[in-house]
């Protein structure tokens, strides 16, 4: 069954502090992977996506890596900022997939502190 | 602002009125879709549009009625909902149903009373 798992469901950290979340996946045949985040009361926006052979791509402070052989990939934040504070939701697409064939994790709440 | 835009954004309804939801993207795309966002829970599809057609009806219950009379704009009428119907509501488009990239209105959340 094709799912995607995301961890851990919430997570509090301090402004300025680094942080990394977690998308393990078993969709196959695998095609791409994104990170979205999603601000509280918006829709969610693609912050980086990754294809079969990419094992790391960075956006800004964000950088996300994917490990294809153990279906694993990462989001790492780095010097967390307030507006940090959102939802982050991993999205994995099988080959030849339409976007009705998309596979949604639940999301990682992320909360920043001052 | 990302290209797709939602009304209204918020939206209390009983369980015996008649409302709809409505979306309008102005990125050029010729796919749109509907999401349903509940708490603790992955998005689920609801319908899928391509070129104005619908090619996907997730199993959704028929008080939900998809409109798109083109390719920029969607509606969802909603009549006799019920309580669990509460959720957050997402548009989404895409260049075509082969895309995998969405680009997702900031939703309308509906409270049914």
């Known amino acids: 069954k094709n799912q995607v798992e995301q961890s851990p469901q919430s997570l509090i950290i301090l402004e300025g502090k680094n942080c990394t979340l977690q998308c393990n996946y078993t969709v196959s045949p695998f095609s791409n992977l994104r990170w979205y985040k999603q601000d509280t009361g918006r829709g969610p926006v693609s912050l980086t996506i990754m294809t079969f052979s990419e094992n790391t791509k960075s956006n800004g402070r964000y950088t996300a890596t994917l490990d294809a052989d153990t279906k694993q990939s990462s989001l790492h934040i780095t010097a967390s900022q307030l507006s940090d504070s959102a939802s982050y939701i991993c999205v994995v697409s099988y080959r030849g997939s339409t976007l009705g064939r998309l596979y949604f994790g639940r999301g990682t709440q992320l909360t920043v502190w001052p | 602002e990302t290209g797709v835009t939602q009304t209204p954004r918020h939206l209390v309804m009983g369980m015996t009125n008649k409302k709809s939801l409505k979306c309008e993207q102005h990125?050029?795309?010729?796919?749109m879709y509907w999401y349903k966002q509940s708490a603790k829970k992955p998005l689920e599809l609801m319908f899928v549009?391509?070129?104005?057609?619908?090619?996907e009806n997730n199993s959704v219950p028929s008080r939900f009625s998809p409109e798109c009379p083109n390719s920029s704009h969607l509606f969802l009428h909603l009549h006799t909902l019920q309580p669990e119907d509460s959720a957050l509501y997402l548009c989404?488009?895409?260049?075509?149903?082969?895309?995998?990239?969405?680009?997702f209105g900031q939703g309308t959340r509906l409270t049914v009373v």
């Open positions: 989404a488009s895409s260049r075509t149903d082969r895309d995998t990239e969405a680009f």
């Open positions: 549009y391509n070129f104005k057609e619908q090619t």
């Open positions: 990125l050029g795309h010729n796919a």
